[in-house]
């Protein structure tokens, strides 16, 4: 009679466990022969064995020869199986191994016992020895199993880890200064990889494109579809920017939807163009949530932002150009205004208690974040006052974009200042009368003269600038708030490394003094380097009658 195919394949299987199960394996158990017998039923199918005559022995062998499997028995004085297994699992170092009881007792209520301490198997005495070698078998294939798939996960999460690094190397959150408005962006990835796409680019002739955008879904397709968008936008607004935001979008939109073949990947994004001679914006809504507008200290209506587009870019129906000029929102750049353009990470940010999403309350967070000058980065502010209140964000990737249009009135000193020496001296005593004609008191105006002229005189004898070169300084002040942003073309070096180095004569001397002195003298400093120049932004609050 003819065996089954079915059961030659088991019996090949069964054969070809019983001949090898190649692994390391511990046995614990306070009898001597029992532990003999496995030992040399083990190692007759090439595992490598190691026993322990106690359960505490048992746990020292453990944790120093970490075995791919242990086999505890039950019955043992001091502490029994269930104790060293509920001890092992409950063991960073261990809790990995595998563990099969080995038993006498029969009862249901002890074989949930093991199970519940984190036995993944029980082997009932006397037992079988083909039934053993099977069983251990199969927690040793098991093992092997889990350990490649611990591997997987390690090498995915470096990578994931390196992308993400990349990625963010793309995104900069680096403020942007101009004569007529700062930028300051948060950006935060819920994975180590995120979905958003945002970027500052600056046009001929003074203008700048701003714009946000949010990829559907999570996870690595997202990620290379936001850098990828990126990549294209920066193209489309380099080449499109005189003709307006529509033809951008539509630009973009069509290589979007010729690159991504697959309906479900597509990108809301908001985009504004600035014109520094009209002093207008002109923005378009693809889709994305409407920005949050203040004016003299209140939230705008924000719907006339949607008033046209609505189709995200690389939506995968419809026209390949489905934008137009009418769709396109202008609005006048007025003193002192500001804009947060965001994605909807914010929005849908759930509340920790009631699992309420922050929808509307956006601008009214916003809203007070912008009261305070001394706040210098209002997104960053922004993420941290919608956490102070409860709202989790890291369901989604949060990106806010804060553009604060200046006041002129506020800016007290702007110009360019040659490489001299005494153009700085003459530049540190306007700073200091400018100021205090704002009302700041003589103590403040004093360091804020001091300032100027030590950073100042660094870039003029340390900053590898050329003869002919100079620098942009802008001095503000708002309230009892003086703010200095001086922008050079000299060389980058490492600031942090060189304050916290000895500063002798022979390496640092004046140079290093310097730093340190204006380190001192301001409440807030930031360095930046961006495109070949290095920007500097300090803060010094005037304490005085504040």
């Known amino acids: 009679m003819a065996v089954p195919a079915q059961k030659v394949s088991e019996e090949k299987t069964i054969s070809r466990m019983l001949r090898s199960l190649s692994g390391r394996v511990l046995v614990v158990d306070d009898e001597l022969p029992n532990r003999l017998y496995l030992r040399k039923l083990l190692e007759s199918h090439e595992c490598e064995v190691f026993d322990a005559e106690s359960a505490l022995a048992g746990f020292d062998i453990a944790l120093k020869k970490q075995p791919d499997l242990i086999l505890v028995d039950v019955i043992m004085p001091d502490m029994d199986g269930f104790e060293l297994c509920g001890k092992l699992c409950n063991e960073p170092r ?190 378009m809504n693809c889709g994305h949530p409407n920005p949050v507008y203040i004016r003299n200290g209140k939230g705008v209506d924000s719907s006339m932002f949607s008033e046209g587009g609505g189709t995200p870019i690389g939506f995968p129906f419809g026209d390949e150009m489905p934008y137009s000029k009418n769709d396109e929102v202008t609005f006048n750049d007025e ?81 360019s200042v040659p490489r001299n020496i005494y153009l700085v001296s003459d530049m540190a005593k306007q700073a200091d009368v400018a100021v205090m004609a704002m009302g700041i008191s003589h103590e403040t105006s004093t360091l804020v003269r001091l300032l100027v002229m030590e950073l100042g005189v660094n870039l003029v004898e340390h900053g590898g600038l050329g003869e002919e070169d100079s620098f942009w300084l802008q001095l503000r002040v708002d309230g009892k708030v003086c703010q200095l942003v001086l922008i050079d073309d000299g060389v980058e070096w490492d600031l942090e490394h060189a304050i916290n180095r000895e500063l002798d004569e022979s390496h640092m001397g004046d140079r290093g003094r310097g730093l340190a002195i204006t380190n001192a003298i301001v409440d807030r400093i930031e360095r930046y380097r961006v495109n070949s120049k290095n920007i500097t932004y300090c803060t010094i609050i005037d304490q005085e009658g504040g």
């Open 94 to 283: 261990t809790s990995h191994i595998p563990v099969i009881m080995v038993t006498a007792k029969s009862k249901i209520e002890d074989i949930e016992t093991g199970f519940e301490l984190g036995a993944m198997d029980y082997i009932r005495k006397p037992f079988n020895p083909r039934e053993l070698i099977l069983r251990v078998g199969n927690a040793l294939t098991l093992k092997r199993s889990n350990d490649e798939l611990i591997l997987w996960s390690k090498r995915i999460s470096r990578d994931l880890e390196l992308a993400g690094a990349i990625q963010r190397s793309l995104f900069s959150d680096v403020p942007h200064f101009s004569r007529l408005f700062e930028v300051r962006t948060a950006y935060r990835t819920c994975m180590d990889v995120g979905g958003d796409a945002f970027d500052v680019i600056s046009l001929p002739d003074g203008k700048h494109c701003i714009y946000v955008a949010d990829v559907s879904g999570h996870g690595v397709a997202p990620a290379m579809i936001s850098s990828l968008l990126k990549a294209t936008a920066s193209e489309m607004i380099t080449r499109y920017a005189d003709q307006g935001p529509a033809a951008i979008c539509n630009a973009l939109n069509k290589v979007i939807r010729r690159r991504i073949d697959n309906p479900s990947y597509y990108a809301t994004l908001f985009m504004a163009i600035h014109d520094p001679e009209k002093l207008e914006w002109n923005c």
């Open 335 to 415: 003193p002192d205004t500001f804009l947060l353009l965001y994605t909807d990470g914010l929005s849908e940010a759930r509340h920790i208690q009631t699992q309420e999403e922050c929808g509307g309350r956006i601008a009214t967070f916003y809203e007070e974040v912008v009261q305070d000058p001394a706040l210098p980065n209002k997104s960053v502010a922004l993420l941290d006052a919608l956490e102070a209140e409860n709202y989790y964000l890291g369901a989604d990737d949060c990106t806010a974009i804060s553009i604060h249009m200046l006041d002129p009135e506020k800016i007290v000193i702007e110009q």
